[in-house]
């Protein structure tokens, strides 16, 4: 009995064993698929951050280019855009400058077309004055040969002779005053 008794615990030792040893296997197994499943995760983790890499680089290197060109772009703009102001500013000054020349010369040729306008408005005005006094005085002279002729028509009879002088006097009196009009 005691060799059955130990012949048994011996059985179930070794089946006991045997499954620890299948068990064993199985883990063992087990862990291997893990493993092989995760360095294949990390093979495949560490391809896809390498590619994620080379892109986010060639992504950068693209931006930084396209950045730097941009800003090349806007500093030319910028410089044109300053040279146009600049140009505009010139033209304005050139133009402002222009019309001030121009509002001078206006200014001195209209300040000339006065004073010629005066001067002949002064000349007419004294050849007009002389022209008058003479007329005046010829006035003068004619009225007064017209009483002596109606103080001699009063006191002598009338010679035709003295009325045709009156007449001519007259005449050349109106004449001399249209004319110098």
Same mark, same amino acid.
């Given at each position: ?6 012949? $048994?615990?011996? @059985?179930?030792?070794?089946?006991? =064993? ?14 291997? &698929?893990? =493993? ?21 680089? +060639? ?6 280019? &396209? =950045?730097?060109?941009? @800003?090349?772009?806007? !500093?030319?703009?910028? *410089?044109?855009? @300053? /040279? ?6 010139? *033209?304005?000054? &050139? ?8 509002? *001078?010369? +206006? ?20 050849? /007009?004055?002389?022209?008058? +006094? ?7 002279? !004619?009225? +007064? ?6 103080? /001699? @028509? ?5 010679? =035709? /002779?003295?009325? *045709? ?11 001399? $005053?249209?004319?110098?009009?």
């Amino acid at each position: 009995m005691l060799a059955n008794s130990n012949a $048994r615990k011996k @059985k179930l030792v070794q089946e006991a =064993v045997f499954a620890l040893r299948e068990m064993d296997a199985e883990r063992t197994s087990f862990l291997q &698929t893990e =493993v092989s499943s995760t360095q294949d995760f990390t093979d495949q983790m560490k391809e896809q951050w390498t590619i994620y890499m080379e892109d986010t680089e +060639n992504n950068y290197r693209e931006d930084s280019t &396209t =950045v730097e060109s941009e @800003k090349m772009a806007i !500093e030319e703009g910028l *410089q044109e855009c @300053k /040279s146009m102001t600049t140009s505009g500013l010139q *033209q304005w000054e &050139t133009a402002q400058s222009s019309l001030l020349t121009l509002g *001078q010369n +206006n200014k001195s040729s209209m300040e000339s077309l006065l004073k010629s306008g005066i001067e002949a408005n002064e000349l007419i005005h004294c050849r /007009s004055s002389a022209s008058m +006094n003479t007329a005046i005085e010829d006035l003068d002279i !004619e009225h +007064n040969g017209l009483l002596s002729c109606i103080d /001699s @028509k009063f006191l002598y009879p009338p010679t =035709v /002779s003295s009325c *045709q002088t009156f007449s001519n006097s007259l005449f050349t009196f109106s004449k001399c $005053r249209f004319t110098e009009a």
